[in-house]
């Protein structure tokens, strides 16, 4: 897998719509809105759900993968493969994954790559936008929902229903083993050589200036967008005390799935649970 060049910019010059675009896949470059590009696909769904009835035609999912994951990554399309059973998706390579320019920031700037995203999708003319992220994914779409929450979702920048799966509550935790190895891939210059090279991930070497909006921050200003958290009891990266603290934020406005024996991410995520958060989706959102 290429990473294309970091100065690439492109704009989507289609406006597409659900009719002409649900037979095909369609790939672009969107411009955030502070200049990067970002590869996004949009995915139609699938021709029949649970062998019975039609995919919604008026929902589509947006996917937000996490660190060091990219939209060609096989688990981020199993998801993709396992969500078009309800609605299109539109998934994309935050910044400095994959093909999509500029350097991570490790979900602060994220933020404005799910915005470009969540604008794509709507101008397939769907009407209500679920967001689902993974981990570093995970804390982006709790922000994003934040930082948007009562603006009018018909106007490109709001969601209609937010999915976060194994997210943090919280920045900088070093409390396990993966996320002290996470650190080191962040902020030493060792380690972001390992992620460019080893991971296909860059980094940017530059601190939080200013701290941005901390996931347990951003869960009550969501309300009342439904929410669903998941997470598993046996995740290396976060323990349980980070979804409690999301749902506990959220003044029992959440719902909060433990899952028995679940790790972290989309890695983690068997079909049966992607199918339950389908489900959820497709009654919770509007």
Known sequence: MSIGPAGRVARSIVRPTYETSRNASMRTFLCTDD??????????????????RSPSR?????????????????????????????????????????????????GDREVLDLAAAVRWARRFGHTRVVTVGFSMGGSVVLRHAALTAGVDAGVDAGVDAVVSVSSPARWYYRGTAPMRRVHWLVTRPEGRLVGRYGFRTRIH???????????????????????????GDS????????????????????????????????????????????????????
Not at 35 to 52: E, F, L, M, Q, W
Not at 65 to 79: A, E, M
Not at 206 to 229: F, G, H, N, Q, Y
């Open 35 to 52: 200049g990067v590009s970002i590869d996004s696909v949009y995915d139609p769904a699938s021709v029949v759900y649970d062998g019975s």
């Open 205 to 231: 070497h530059r601190d939080w200036d200013p701290v941005p909006l901390s996931p347990v921050e951003a869960v009550p200003k969501i309300v009342p967008t439904p929410l669903l958290i998941v997470h």
């Open 58 to 106: 008026d929902l589509v999912f947006v996917l937000a993968h996490g660190f060091t994951g990219d939209v060609d990554r096989p688990h981020v399309r199993r998801v993709v493969a396992a969500l078009t059973a309800y609605a299109p998706v539109v998934s994309f390579s935050f910044r400095g994954h994959g093909r999509s320019g500029g350097r991570t920031t490790v």
């Open 235 to 286: 995740d290396g990266y976060f323990p349980v005390d980070h979804p409690r603290m999301l749902a506990d934020a959220a003044g029992g406005a959440a719902e909060l799935w433990l899952e028995p024996g679940m790790g972290h991410a989309e890695h983690a995520a068997d079909d049966r649970l992607l199918a339950r958060i389908g489900d959820w989706a497709a009654s919770r959102a509007g």
